[in-house]
């Protein structure tokens, strides 16, 4: 486990990797003609909610906290010093001109919905009845959009339709083609782009400083040029469990069952459902670099030992179909497992026989 997480984004002062991003979104407060709503897009953990937070502190700040530089120029960019004061009521969730739309606790269970309902957005409906308060905007964040039910994206559909004045909405996403088209046709589309290996790895010291180097630059690897997916890996175990399976699929040929057997019966474990969650995510996204990579020409990072033999097994560009098809089938099978309610130590066993099937000559 790792003894450090990255702050939440409300809270978060430290945005890398999308300058771009931040350059475009500045450049629109800075011009008088904001759009009232803005789709954030991009992969899980790369800074979107983060970066949302950033420019409705910026906009509450009325544009330029720190003053902009001489003779009054436009800021830089969308930050604002921790210490001040509309950083730090953001943080605490107490400044009147913001309202956050998420998931919430169901009040029969007492647990965290698994969606946004429709009671989620309506609750928003007496913040946005008011004028701004203390400056000249509201902020209405939804984190993540892809959260709401039908009911609940039909009720934010509603107000966008209708926007109220002097209010932006800035709606996270992790998979915006998911998104009713009618709410997408009404935003203004930013994407933000995987992080870079080295950005993931500067987080990771920053965030999880206890890793070792070597530690912190496999991680980085696996990421995807996610930071928030490099720390679950840490949380979970991830190198382990890579190191393994990474054993496993370079002896694919000759495939120790046994060791399979006994690799499947750990993530099969009771309690040990998180681990099950990272392999499959970790099988299924290196499946798809080895399809990527064979795809284009590329030649697929080595991350552990026999990783080489790994990739070698599946036989590279000449293999593209099969290895495509493989790759789809073992990512339905594992995809499944939790919404069939699958036997986790089949599922894994089943995995890697598909695997074997596949390599062979």
């Known amino acids: 486990m790792t003894g450090t997480a990255a702050p939440a984004p409300r809270e978060n002062s430290r945005l890398k990797g999308h300058a771009e991003a931040e350059k475009i979104l500045l450049n629109a407060a800075e011009s008088g003609r904001l759009a009232h709503a803005w789709i954030i897009a991009g992969p899980r953990g790369i800074g979107k909610a983060t970066l949302a937070f950033r420019f409705a502190r910026h906009l509450l700040s009325g544009g330029n906290a720190e003053g902009g530089g001489l003779f009054g120029d436009a800021p830089a960019t969308l930050e604002i010093d921790a210490e001040h004061p509309v950083f730090r009521r953001v943080a605490s969730g107490g400044h009147s001109d913001m309202y956050t739309i998420q998931r919430s606790v169901n009040p029969a269970t007492k647990n965290l919905r698994a969606e946004i309902v429709v009671e989620d957005v309506r609750g928003a409906s007496g913040f946005l009845r008011l004028t701004p308060g203390e400056g000249e905007w509201r902020i209405v964040i939804v984190d993540a959009a892809d959260e709401m039910n039908r009911a609940a994206a039909n009720a934010i559909l509603k107000v966008l339709e209708e926007p109220p004045p002097a209010t932006v909405f800035l709606l996270v996403s992790h998979a915006p083609g998911r998104l009713l088209p009618t ?15 080295g950005i993931v790895d500067e ?10 180097d070597h530690e912190r630059a496999m991680l980085a690897a696996l990421a995807n040029g996610s930071v928030g997916e490099a720390i679950a890996l ?26 399979v057997h006994t690799f499947g019966d750990k993530l099969a474990r009771a309690g040990n459902a998180a681990a099950f969650e990272t392999f499959s995510r970790m099988l299924s996204d290196w499946l798809q670099r080895l399809v990527r990579s064979a795809a284009c020409g590329d030649t697929q990072e080595v991350v552990v030992p026999g990783e080489a033999e790994a990739i070698a097994a599946f036989g590279g560009a000449g293999r593209l179909a099969q290895n495509l098809a493989v790759w789809e089938k073992v990512s339905r099978l594992l995809s499944s497992a939790e919404r069939a309610n699958l036997d986790r130590k089949q599922v894994v066993v089943s995995a890697f026989l598909s695997m074997q099937a596949a390599v062979q000559p």
Do not use: N
């Open 203 to 212: 987080l990771l010291a920053d965030y999880c400083g206890e890793l070792e």
């Open 183 to 197: 709410i997408r046709s009404r935003c203004r589309m930013l994407q933000l782009q995987p992080l870079a290996v």
């Open 234 to 259: 840490a949380d979970a175990g991830g190198l382990a469990l890579y190191r393994e399976m990474m054993k496993l699929l370079g002896s694919l040929a000759t495939l120790d069952l046994a060791a």
